[in-house]
T-cell receptor, first 113, second 115 residues
Framework: QQQVKQSPQSLIVQKGGISIINCAYENTAFDYFPWYQQFPGKGPALLIAIRPDVSEKKEGRFTISFNKSAKQFSLHIMDSQPGDSATYFCAAKEETSGSRLTFGEGTQLTVNP | EAGVAQSPRYKIIEKRQSVAFWCNPISGHATLYWYQQILGQGPKLLIQFQNNGVVDDSQLPKDRFSAERLKGVDSTLKIQPAKLEDSAVYLC?????????????FGPGTRLTVL
């Protein structure tokens, strides 16, 4: 059972544009929603995270928007740069399952110069 | 601060052979995780240790996979015997205490190819 669904699978954006990646979840017990960035040959690295008591969190060019009633959250990358080209994963955790991260399938982002 | 170390980085084996992966977490991190990442998918948790003890191994195929954490520090993950579908990147991660907002730091992974 896939608990976190992510779209699109791949995304091509021009430099300076906005990249938007969407995720939807089913388990209402999820209580923490991080986004990870992964470059080829590297492990995922935490980018930004949000808890469901807020609707938006911004860190630099990266913003998470969270809609608890719709069970959806999204990552916006403003002023996208070629260095942002990577695979992005949304994920979710629930308190009762300890620290288990449930990941989405990933979005391969390409930012063209 | 040194990151999570893993070895080997790449391994190619024949099916039915055995293989072992090693992980050294960030110093002082009590929680250690092994994830399996199949090409084109997100990582899937195999096992989580808190110090020496297993916290979650519900998604570990226990008929062929085993893992241990030596003295609450290094860990090894073993597959015996390997199947074709075990081809994946095996990621080790560690976190300070394992709480819900605790950041998990990932190593570079071991890419396993089973022929």
């Amino acid at each position: 059972q896939q608990q976190v669904k992510q779209s699109p699978q791949s995304l091509i954006v021009q430099k300076g544009g906005i990249s938007i990646i969407n995720c939807a979840y089913e388990n209402t017990a999820f209580d923490y929603f991080p986004w990870y960035q992964q470059f080829p040959g590297k492990g995922p690295a935490l980018l930004i995270a949000i808890r469901p008591d807020v609707s938006e969190k911004k860190e630099g060019r990266f913003t998470i928007s969270f809609n608890k009633s719709a069970k959806q959250f999204s990552l916006h990358i403003m002023d996208s740069q070629p260095g942002d080209s990577a695979t992005y994963f949304c994920a979710a955790k629930e308190e009762t399952s300890g620290s288990r991260l449930t990941f989405g399938e990933g979005t391969q982002l390409t930012v063209n110069p | 601060e040194a990151g999570v170390a893993q070895s080997p980085r790449y391994k190619i084996i024949e099916k039915r052979q055995s293989v072992a992966f090693w992980c050294n977490p960030i110093s002082g991190h009590a929680t250690l995780y092994w994830y399996q990442q199949i090409l084109g998918q997100g990582p899937k948790l195999l096992i989580q240790f808190q110090n020496n003890g297993v916290v979650d191994d519900s998604q570990l195929p226990k008929d062929r996979f085993s893992a241990e954490r030596l003295k609450g520090v290094d860990s090894t993950l073993k597959i015996q015997p390997a199947k074709l579908e075990d081809s994946a990147v095996y990621l080790c991660a560690s976190s300070l205490v394992g709480g819900i907002t605790d950041t998990q730091y990932f190593g570079p992974g071991t890419r396993l190819t089973v022929l």
